[in-house]
């Protein structure tokens, strides 16, 4: 009788504290979709230098892994779909917004744009596959000071057809490097379909290298948060280096507009988006009014940076 009311305690409290932490994932998805559709207008209005890539439905990989870091230390390296990455590193709303403008405000001066972004131990870069080496020697460096610090680069389905990151598991798993490889497979490198980019799996190249691998649900934000959690807590226990294998689905365009994939075949997955299957978990009213929050702080952030143009231009 103890042991079944133990049970109980025990259930109830993991029930909670996964109301919890969807509460905490839902809040920070909702504000990277705002800010990527609000992009993709600002755009149509003629308002951004250069185009976005923007992480319409692919929120959850942001979230579920950046999650698993201890921000202050630990390094993310990410790519040309970096938005999402960033805004669960740091929030920062502004900076990232104004920079896509080109405005001084921007983290980076509005010099790097969508594609550059830095910030404390953040970094992104365009070139596809281009990270992983930088994110090597971030790791090799950070393992040489015994900081304890896990680096951890991101990756499309498509990079994964890229040279540079083939060596970068050689080393990774020479050195038994602190880093992991998360792979975003939302199946396509553009309009190219990923049977027609890549041979064998992703987890069989894991294994020829010697990394440990894994693969989860990437529209799951809890699935996603619990393996980089386990994974990111043996690297940093000198366990190597790893992959992390996110199953997702891009819902917007590559960049803008160029979009040539089957619309019934998006809209299949419309059910499936992380943010819509987070909201079936919790209360709808609740995830209403953080939906209403996210869009008054980002019109906020996007009219005080429209006014400041015609003073910064
Ligand atoms: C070395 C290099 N080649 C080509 C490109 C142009 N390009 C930008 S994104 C992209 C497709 C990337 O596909 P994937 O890695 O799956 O990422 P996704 O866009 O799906 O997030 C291509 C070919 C590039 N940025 N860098
Ligand atoms: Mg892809």
């Given at each position: 009788?103890?042991?079944?009311?133990?049970?109980?305690?025990?259930?109830?409290?993991?029930?909670?504290?996964?109301i919890?932490?969807?509460k905490?994932?839902?809040?920070?998805?909702i504000l990277?979709?705002?800010?990527?559709?609000?992009?993709?207008?600002?755009?149509?209005?003629?308002?951004?230098?250069?185009?976005?890539?923007?992480?319409?439905?692919?929120?959850?990989s942001?979230?579920?892994?950046?999650?698993?870091?201890?921000?202050?230390?630990?390094i993310?390296?990410?790519?040309?779909?970096g938005?999402?990455?960033?805004?669960a590193?740091?929030?920062?709303?502004e900076?990232?917004?104004?920079?896509?403008?080109?405005?001084?405000q921007?983290?980076?001066?509005?010099?790097?744009g969508?594609?550059?972004?830095h910030?404390?131990?953040?970094y992104?870069?365009g070139?596809l596959?281009?990270?992983?080496?930088?994110?090597?020697?971030?790791?090799t460096?950070e393992?040489?000071?015994?900081?304890?610090?896990?680096?951890v680069?991101?990756?499309?389905?498509?990079?994964?057809a890229?040279?540079?990151?083939?060596?970068?598991?050689?080393?990774?798993?020479?050195?038994?490097?602190p880093?992991?490889?998360?792979?975003?497979?939302?199946?396509?490198?553009?309009?190219?379909?990923?049977?027609?980019?890549?041979?064998?799996?992703?987890?069989?190249r894991?294994e020829a290298?010697?990394?440990?691998a894994?693969?989860?649900?990437?529209?799951?934000?809890?699935?996603?948060n619990?393996?980089?959690?386990?994974?990111v807590?043996?690297?940093?226990?000198?366990?190597?280096?790893?992959?992390l294998?996110?199953?997702?689905?891009?819902?917007?365009p590559?960049?803008?507009?160029?979009?040539d994939?089957?619309?019934?075949?998006?809209?299949?997955?419309?059910?499936?988006?992380?943010?819509?299957?987070?909201?079936?978990?919790?209360?709808?009213?609740?995830?209403d009014?953080?939906?209403?929050?996210?869009?008054?702080k980002?019109?906020?952030?996007?009219?005080?940076?429209?006014?400041?143009r015609?003073?910064t231009?």
């Amino acid at each position: 009788m103890r042991n079944n009311t133990a049970e109980i305690v025990d259930i109830a409290a993991q029930r909670a504290s996964n109301i919890s932490r969807l509460k905490r994932f839902y809040s920070e998805m909702i504000l990277i979709r705002t800010v990527e559709q609000t992009l993709l207008d600002l755009f149509s209005e003629g308002l951004l230098r250069g185009t976005v890539h923007t992480c319409l439905g692919q929120e959850a990989s942001a979230a579920g892994v950046i999650n698993a870091l201890d921000k202050d230390r630990d390094i993310v390296c990410s790519n040309h779909r970096g938005h999402g990455h960033y805004l669960a590193y740091c929030a920062d709303v502004e900076g990232l917004i104004a920079e896509v403008m080109g405005l001084p405000q921007g983290v980076c001066g509005g010099i790097g744009g969508s594609q550059h972004l830095h910030r404390k131990n953040f970094y992104s870069n365009g070139i596809l596959g281009g990270m992983s080496p930088i994110a090597t020697g971030f790791a090799t460096a950070e393992k040489s000071k015994n900081s304890g610090a896990v680096t951890v680069v991101f990756h499309g389905d498509g990079a994964m057809a890229e040279g540079a990151i083939y060596e970068s598991f050689n080393l990774a798993a020479l050195w038994q490097l602190p880093i992991l490889f998360a792979v975003e497979s939302n199946k396509y490198a553009q309009s190219t379909r990923i049977e027609s980019e890549i041979a064998g799996s992703f987890l069989g190249r894991a294994e020829a290298f010697g990394l440990t691998a894994a693969e989860v649900d990437g529209n799951d934000v809890l699935a996603v948060n619990d393996a980089a959690t386990e994974i990111v807590s043996n690297i940093r226990t000198g366990k190597g280096p790893a992959m992390l294998v996110l199953d997702t689905y891009r819902m917007g365009p590559h960049s803008k507009g160029d979009d040539d994939r089957n619309p019934q075949e998006i809209e299949s997955h419309r059910d499936n988006c992380p943010i819509t299957r987070t909201r079936t978990q919790l209360d709808a009213d609740w995830c209403d009014e953080t939906k209403l929050a996210a869009t008054a702080k980002v019109d906020a952030v996007v009219n005080t940076l429209k006014a400041s143009r015609g003073r910064t231009d």
